[in-house]
């Protein structure tokens, strides 16, 4: 805006100075042209900035594929904008880390102006994106205002998944997981594997019957089935660097979210154990919504410094070494 303020002052000056070195008609009319323009301007964005107002949605509060992030503003405007800029904010709440970004537009009158922002945070965490100032210049770039909307919205940025090498984590367990483990003491529904023989009671399914051994014995026989058990592993997660930096935070997350993601995958229920500055969080995994929730819930705390930690039976140890 500067340089055009300075272009209109050399251009009045200039006019000016022809009228006086030559008394033209012609540069009486172009000053009289360029002394309107400013009324001409400030009149324009009077009338449009009472009526500008603009409208945000976000694609997901909960974003797992940072790529596939999108951020809608919807401007509308009686007037039309020949030149406007949105500025916004995002701030992690996990790092402490802002980036402002702004965007240029234009409107025209009585339809929605849309316009789609791909916001792609560097690191996991709880994001605020704030819309600070929207401001609109007049068509010769002279003057300009400014509307502060109280727009914001609030994102949750998952971690990213890094396929784990999830043998190596059990190792130190004794969980295997080529092994099925069957409990010895109590019968289930699982028909991959007999726990025991009876004789028939009513109510016992027809593909429980042994058919050979009702027969041998000549009278009807029926297989008790195992109960499965289900594997249990505790995941400690308590980070081993003492100055927190971005790029250890995010390997840290990552590798306590994409384990978690693998013991579902092997259908291992857990239970995390996360230490952080406010104390210790436990959080029990037993589906794929639950790595959700408890990915939400682990990135709205900063990890605190901690002592590696002996692990204990079932128990995977995960620290921020890089």
Known sequence: MIKTKLIYIAALILSAALILMSDKYPFIVLLALLISIPPLCIAQLLLTFPFLSIKGSIKDTI???????????????????????????????????????KIEFSALPFIKNRIVLKPCPDHCGTVEITVKRLVIRDFAALFKLTKRPNLSFKQYILPDFVEPHLSSYL??????????????????????????????????????????????????ISKEYSLPIDKEITLLCAPYFDTLKNTDTEIFYDRVYSVSRELIKNNIKHTIVFKSFSGSTAFRVESKTDITDMACVLITQKPAAAPAEAAGENTIYIDGRV
């Not at 940072?66 to 995002?90: C, D, H, Q, W």
């Open 63 to 101: 974003v797992e594929d940072k790529a596939e992030n999108r951020l809608f503003l919807e401007i509308r405007s009686l007037m039309p904008v020949f030149s406007g800029t949105v500025y916004l904010t995002m701030t992690n709440l996990l790092t402490d880390k802002t980036r402002k970004e």
């Open 171 to 220: 190792s130190k367990t004794n969980i295997n997981l080529e092994e099925d483990l069957f409990s010895e003491e109590k019968s289930g529904d699982d028909p991959s594997e007999i726990f025991g023989i009876r004789e028939y009671r009513e109510g016992d399914r027809l593909r429980q019957i042994h058919h050979k051994l009702s027969a041998k014995r000549d009278k009807l």
